[in-house]
């Protein structure tokens, strides 16, 4: 960190030479008048000194295991803010029906007036980053300028930042303009809070400049702008642009006893098992997964045709609650090796953590709004997280630094559904795939504000990440498709690991138990797995999936797996409706695709 004397907008020495950003870091400290520029170089030294000083400000509480803090949130400021995140392109069409839109202009004078002098009495920290490994063809930079140290420490967990990421800029890498305040300026005198936030939030992007400006939440996906913000909404418009694709997938390995190697990409929506699957430990003996990234995936074609993913992110940002020792062994030993910022969890008399999931809670619990637990309400956040460097992660895969990322061998999408969606479907070709994306539905969790709990369409588990017309995006999918040979495409399925009895108990078992799904997929790319023909696509007959050592009836796993034609026609208003939405600009292919359901269901 170059630190600078800490009279009013004093200005530590800029370590580059990269004139459009110094230009950039000037016109923005101007406009929102911190008392300093602090340029962060990502050191350890660094680190340790924000760190104290979010100890000395309350924000953060250090626990038993070295490099562990806790912070609680403000309770307004708890998880993503999706009707405050607005697409602001030139034209509006561009946005299309599942953003909210305001004209670039308008936003600015309206952010503008928020951030004028909104970093009065602060430090604004000048964070330099690189989503993806700096040895890429073309790293893809960026530098967050933020007024929360909060953000700065758990930037350099999340992404490759500091002075490396710098020098690699040079004097004129391309960089999206990442602006965060947390919209709080503290008057002289003014004692701050722990946890500074304002109210009136806006988490806006501007694709065609490739900006971003948030102000309001320190939270997470509102304030870690390499996240989503760069990563999946400016980078889902760079890959429309350029040819490829920015997801909200994890990556995996995974082995088979024979020593055949795949690489899996899976989609699910927020806190419906990204990580979870990333880091699974089969259950299935001779089986092995190995990780490579738990929430987003830049997927680009190779020289070979085949679709090649890298996970841009350096640190995992998971969610709390059902992480334990039975659930996710893996995350367990990960966060057993400290470094780890929590945030809204509960906190053990021993100065550990606890979250629902975890067993027994223990006495002498304090909640997440930092008070004794009573019981009466969860002691952790439900939306609580663990920030921590992937490379803590013991099933690492090696290839997680290759720049050229790996193949990927097959797509899963997947939802939070008690019915209708059986366990595991495989798409007849890639077209049907990207139709089973486009229509794919789950239950709204904790990770954004508002209900929980509401069956809505979250379109390859993008919903609030696309960063353009969701209809132009279904586009961009089917043509991914026609670039490559068929062959080589990866195939596409859909499960649901959460759908439920009439008891309402989860039907499938879950968590390392899926492994017994992945054993199915990978038997379908070999050739070998055996599948039967269904109105919704190909499933596997409940006898296909092993279920050696697994104490579950077949008939319970054909009712997982059970395709009922009547839910499913049930399905159909709500489908129509939802492609009709896009207009125009709805792939004729996936109304084509529709039709063939409805014949296949015998609807009318
Ligand atoms: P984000 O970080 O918000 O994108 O979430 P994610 O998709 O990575 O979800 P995560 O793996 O953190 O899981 C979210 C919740 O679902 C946790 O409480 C998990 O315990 C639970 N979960 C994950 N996998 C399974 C499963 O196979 N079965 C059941 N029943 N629950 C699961
Ligand atoms: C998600 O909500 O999908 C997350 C957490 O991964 S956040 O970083 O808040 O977006
Ligand atoms: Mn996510």
């Known amino acids: 960190m170059t630190t600078a004397a800490p009279e009013r907008t004093a200005t530590s020495p800029t370590p580059t030479n990269h004139r459009a950003l110094l230009a950039w870091v000037r016109e ?7 008392d300093r520029v602090v340029w962060c170089d990502g050191s350890e030294a660094e680190a340790g000194e924000l760190t104290r000083a979010l100890v000395a400000g309350g924000t953060l509480e250090p626990l038993r295991r070295p490099g562990d803090f806790l912070a609680r949130t403000d309770p307004g400021d708890v998880a993503r803010v999706e009707e405050r995140t607005f697409i602001c392109s030139p034209d509006p069409d561009d946005a299309g029906p599942t953003n909210n839109w305001m004209a670039p202009d308008q936003m600015r004078a309206t952010m503008t007036r928020l951030y004028d002098g909104c970093m009065r009495g602060r430090t604004m920290y000048v964070v330099p980053f690189c989503m993806g490994p700096l040895d890429a063809a073309e790293p893809k930079f960026g530098v967050e300028l933020t007024d929360s140290a909060y953000v700065v420490v758990s930037m350099r967990t999340m992404t490759r930042m500091g002075a490396a990421a710098l020098a690699a800029m040079g004097e004129n890498a391309p960089f999206v303009r990442a ?20 109210e009136t939030k806006y988490i806006s992007h501007f694709p065609a400049t490739r900006e971003i400006w948030s102000y ?17 909404r400016i980078a889902s418009v760079m890959g429309r642009d350029e040819g490829w694709l920015a997801e909200h997938m994890l990556i995996l390995k995974l082995t088979s006893p024979q020593g055949a190697t795949h690489y899996i990409a899976a989609a699910f929506p927020s806190a419906c098992g990204k990580t979870n699957l990333a880091m699974l430990e089969p259950t299935l003996p001779g089986w092995r997964v190995e990780t490579l990234g738990d929430d987003i995936a830049w997927l680009r074609f190779g020289d070979d045709g085949r679709l090649y993913a890298v996970n841009p992110e350096y640190g995992l940002f998971g969610v709390a609650p059902g992480t334990d020792w039975t659930t996710n062994p893996n995350a367990m030993r990960t966060l057993e090796r400290g470094n780890t910022i929590y945030t809204n969890v509960a906190r053990t008399a021993e100065d550990g953590v606890w979250w629902e999931g975890m067993g027994a809670a223990p006495a002498g619990l304090t909640d997440w709004h930092g008070q004794p637990w009573d019981g009466s309400a969860p002691a952790a956040h439900p939306n609580s997280r663990f920030c921590v460097p992937i490379r803590q992660c013991p099933i690492l895969a090696p290839e997680y630094d290759d720049p050229r990322g790996v193949p990927i ?3 899963l999408f997947g939802g939070r559904r008690r019915t209708t969606v059986p366990l595991v479907t495989e798409a007849r070709d890639w077209a049907h795939g990207v139709f089973l994306g486009a229509t794919l539905s789950s239950e709204t969790t904790a990770a954004a504000t508002g209900k929980v ?12 990440f696309i960063g353009y017309h969701a209809g132009d995006y279904f586009a961009h999918w089917l043509n991914v498709g026609k670039h490559a040979d068929a062959a080589v495409l990866p195939r596409i399925f859909y499960v649901n690991w959460f759908r439920r009895g009439e008891d309402g108990r989860f039907l499938w078992p879950g968590f390392g138990e899926n492994s017994r799904v992945l054993k199915w997929v990978v ?21 296909a999936i092993d279920r050696s050592g697994l104490d579950l009836d077949v008939a319970d796993v054909a009712e997982a797996l059970r395709v009922d034609v009547a839910e499913w026609r ?16 709805l792939p004729t292919v996936l109304w084509a695709e529709l039709d063939a359901l409805k014949v296949r269901l015998g609807g009318s």
């Open 409 to 411: 061998s097959a797509i």
């Open 453 to 464: 709990g509401v069956v809505r369409r979250d379109p390859m588990a993008m919903l609030p």
């Open 179 to 198: 602006l965060h305040s947390v919209g709080a300026p503290l008057e002289p005198g003014r004692a701050d809070v722990p946890w500074p936030c304002n």
């Open 523 to 543: 038997q379908r790319l070999e050739g070998t797995g055996e599948a039967v023909e269904t109105p919704i696509g190909l499933t596997p007959p409940a006898a």
């Open 28 to 34: 923005m400290s101007e406009l929102t008048r911190p």
């Open 570 to 585: 049930a399905e159909l208003p709500d489908l129509s409706d939802w492609f009709a939405r896009f207009g125009e600009k």
């Open 216 to 232: 309001g939440s320190g939270y997470g996906g509102n304030s870690l702008l390499g996240k989503k913000c760069y990563s999946l």
